[in-house]
T-cell receptor, first 113, second 110 residues
């Protein structure tokens, strides 16, 4: 089944403790992206990647890192999480960024205390 | 820079009422346009998309949207809503990158 898989679904952590949220897609998509969803703000893009080893900042990249060493994986890294990074995170992918709709993962709800 | 605005934060309708959700974008170049739906507790799913051609596009579940280039708009419509349409709706634009609007929450009363 074609899908975007995120793990974990729920994560509670403390300020400053490094964490990684994984994202994997099995559709051979070139484009991958991370979003955070906050009430009243919709989805805001954190980072995106047009292809392997090609990543770019989105609208809210501060406090996050990503890597794209393989086409299928696009992990989101929080080196030193802070409470303002408490949010619902979505990974998404598409075949070609320009002309293909996004396929979303099921989301990761992160709480930083 | 691209931006997307959605006219309504929260819309409340009774079943069988007609729906129109507004979406406007700002971008000077060619765009691809999307509407996504997020049912409670779920991830976003594609409702419909516009790439080129007929500006009136039909999507799943009886939804349609009209692209009006002169108004930079891509409004979503459905002639008769159902309780199961209760969800959050996001307009999205791809010009240089994907940009989402803030979303409109639709509540349909049975």
């Amino acid at each position: 089944e074609a899908q975007v898989t995120q793990n974990p679904r729920y994560l509670i952590t403390v300020t400053g403790k490094k964490l990684t949220v994984t994202c994997s897609q099995n559709m051979n998509h070139e484009y991958m992206s991370w979003y955070r969803q906050d009430p009243g703000l919709g989805l805001r893009q954190i980072y995106y990647s047009m292809n392997v080893e090609v990543t770019d900042k989105g609208d809210v990249p501060e406090g996050y890192k990503v890597s794209r060493k393989e086409k299928r994986n696009f992990p989101l890294i929080l080196e030193s999480p802070s409470p303002n990074q408490t949010s619902l995170y979505f990974c998404a992918s598409s075949l070609r960024g320009v002309a293909s709709p996004l396929h979303f993962g099921n989301g990761t709800r992160l709480t930083v205390t | 820079a691209q931006s997307v605005s959605q006219h309504n934060h929260h819309v409340i309708l009774s079943e069988a009422a007609s729906l129109e959700l507004g979406c406007n974008y700002s971008y000077g170049g060619t765009v691809n346009l999307f509407w996504y739906v997020q049912y409670p507790g779920q991830h976003l799913q594609l409702l419909l998309k516009y790439f080129s051609g007929d500006p009136l596009v039909k999507g799943i579940k009886g939804f349609e949207a009209e692209f009006i280039k002169s108004k930079f708009s891509f409004n979503l419509r459905k002639p008769s809503v159902q309780w199961s349409d209760t969800a959050e709706y996001f307009c999205a634009v791809y010009g240089q990158n994907f940009v989402f609007g803030p979303g409109t929450r639709l509540s349909v009363l049975p």
